[in-house]
T-cell receptor, first 117, second 112 residues
């Protein structure tokens, strides 16, 4: 079974500081990993994803994440926080379902990123 | 605009009422999903459909039914709404092999 743990339900950083949001996963198959962002009262927007290939993945808005198999981690970083980065961030892992060979996403509980001026 | 369209965006129900949430995608995706989002819980899978004509239960299916009407449409029905079903509901669709998922903008449901 697949699962995702996001460390820290709330993370607060100063504007201009490094953003680090932690994600650890459990997967019985080679993982596909995703980070989504949700702004208040909006839907989910894909930030970046890892499927195969290069383990350092660059996404939108200056975010990147590194897949580390040995640590079962996929932490999200951004060198310099901006006020507009304040949002909820979700890590997700591709999950294989037993019925019909389908797959979907299992999400972490989310991390609320707060940016201090 | 290509994507996943959900209706309605907002709904208030009284306990015991029924309603259907509609979802349609125009990306020719085979797989479609219904999730619910609750504070501090992330998104949890209610039902999914791997292809037209098939549906399966997810993590939290109790109190819900679904219909995969055709390849484009996947509806979620609450037969007798309960306050515990107050949530934000997201529909999603995906390409084969799990490389790309697209989410709708959500339906905010309140059951009083």
């Amino acid at each position: 079974a697949q699962s995702v743990t996001q460390l820290g339900s709330h993370v607060s950083v100063s504007e201009g500081a490094l953003v680090l949001l932690r994600c650890n996963y459990s997967s019985s198959v080679p993982p596909y990993l995703f980070w989504y962002v949700q702004y208040p009262n909006q839907g989910l927007q894909l930030l970046l994803k890892y499927t195969t290939g290069a383990t350092l993945v660059k996404g939108i808005n200056g975010f990147e994440a590194e897949f580390k198999k040995s640590e079962t981690s996929f932490h999200l970083t951004k060198p310099s926080a901006h006020m507009s980065d304040a949002a909820e961030y979700f890590c997700a892992v591709r999950t294989m379902y037993s019925g019909g060979g389908a797959d979907g996403l299992t999400f972490g509980k989310g991390t609320h990123l707060i940016i201090q001026p | 605009n290509a994507g996943v369209t959900q209706t309605p965006k907002f709904q208030v129900l009284k306990t015991g009422q029924s309603m259907t949430l509609q979802c349609a995608q125009d990306m020719n995706h085979n797989s479609m999903y219904w999730y619910r989002q609750d504070p501090g819980m992330g998104l949890r899978l209610i039902y999914y459909s791997a292809s037209e004509g098939t549906t399966d239960k997810g993590e939290v299916p109790n109190g819900y039914n679904v219909s995969r009407l055709n390849k484009r449409e996947f509806s979620l029905r609450l037969e007798s709404a309960a306050p515990s079903q107050t949530s934000v509901y997201f529909c999603a669709s995906a390409t084969d092999r799990g490389r790309g998922y697209t989410f709708g903008s959500g339906t905010r449901l309140t059951v009083v």
